[in-house]
């Protein structure tokens, strides 16, 4: 099973979990990405990701192994949730299992850090307002549109 | 530098996000003459009135590209707004 997947179904941390044990490892540390009812100021109704999966998986297996080049860790897993997500949803899991608790916690704060900001993955909002908008993309969308629009500067 | 030769080729082009509700479509086949995937954005822009984003990216056949690199026939492009996993 690859160290980066993406599924459209409910992620199930214990099974995760079980799957990275190991006699020879002194720590665990995983981390949960949680759909939460708020993003800057907005109330916020379910969200919705979508992946450019060909790219997203080639990404993410390069964060994973990058983790294991910086830090000694014996194994590493991310799954990242796709499709519609209700509030309190787990939409990422990230589990690093290590001889020692230091690296643990370095290599899973360095891979969720990385996923975030290069695997081509997009979140889009539902306001309990009824507006919705594609998180990071509506503002510096807006931002570019009114650069075009005094283009004539 | 030498100017790119223009010639017709078909380029794959695949949406997500902002871009395919703005294009209205997950995907497309075009007839094109753009050289670069800058020049093909351009006509995209035009086309389905995208935004100018300051920091999208771009694939070309699946991997990170450069806005400057020669597209060739039957290359697939897609085009990143910022992404936002997690």
Redesign the interface.
């Known amino acids: 099973m690859s160290d980066f997947r993406i599924q459209s179904v409910a992620l199930a941390s214990e099974t995760e979990r079980q799957a990275l044990a190991s006699p020879t490892c002194g720590g665990f540390v995983s981390f949960e990405?949680w759909v939460r009812n708020l993003n800057e100021g907005q109330e916020v109704r379910r969200l919705e990701?979508?992946?450019?999966e060909?790219?997203a998986l080639?990404?993410g297996s390069r964060i994973i192994a990058e983790a294991a080049e910086k830090y000694p860790i014996e194994q590493a897993v991310c799954v990242?949730r796709v499709g519609e997500l209700e509030i309190g949803d787990l939409?990422?899991w990230v589990g690093v299992s290590a001889g020692h608790r230091d690296e643990a916690f370095k290599a899973c704060r360095y891979i969720?850090d990385e996923?975030?900001?290069?695997?081509?993955?997009?979140?889009?909002e539902h306001y309990v307002s009824g507006d919705s908008g594609?998180?990071?993309?509506?503002q510096?969308?807006?931002?570019?549109?009114d650069?075009?629009a005094n283009a004539a500067d | 530098m030498h100017s790119l030769r223009r010639f017709m080729k078909t380029i794959k082009i695949e949406y997500f996000a902002i871009l395919r509700e703005r294009a209205g479509m997950a995907g497309e086949s075009l007839l094109t003459e753009a050289a670069t995937p800058a020049e093909l954005y351009a006509e995209l822009a035009e086309k389905h009135g995208f935004p100018a984003f300051e920091s999208v990216k771009v694939a070309i056949n699946d991997e990170f590209g450069d806005w400057n690199a020669a597209l060739h026939d039957a290359d697939s492009v897609v085009f990143i707004p910022p992404v936002a996993g997690g």
């Open positions: 990405g990701y979508q992946a450019y060909a790219l080639k990404e990242h939409a990422v969720i996923v975030k900001h290069r695997v081509p993955i997009w979140k889009k594609w998180v990071n993309c509506e510096c969308a807006t931002h570019a549109h650069h075009a």
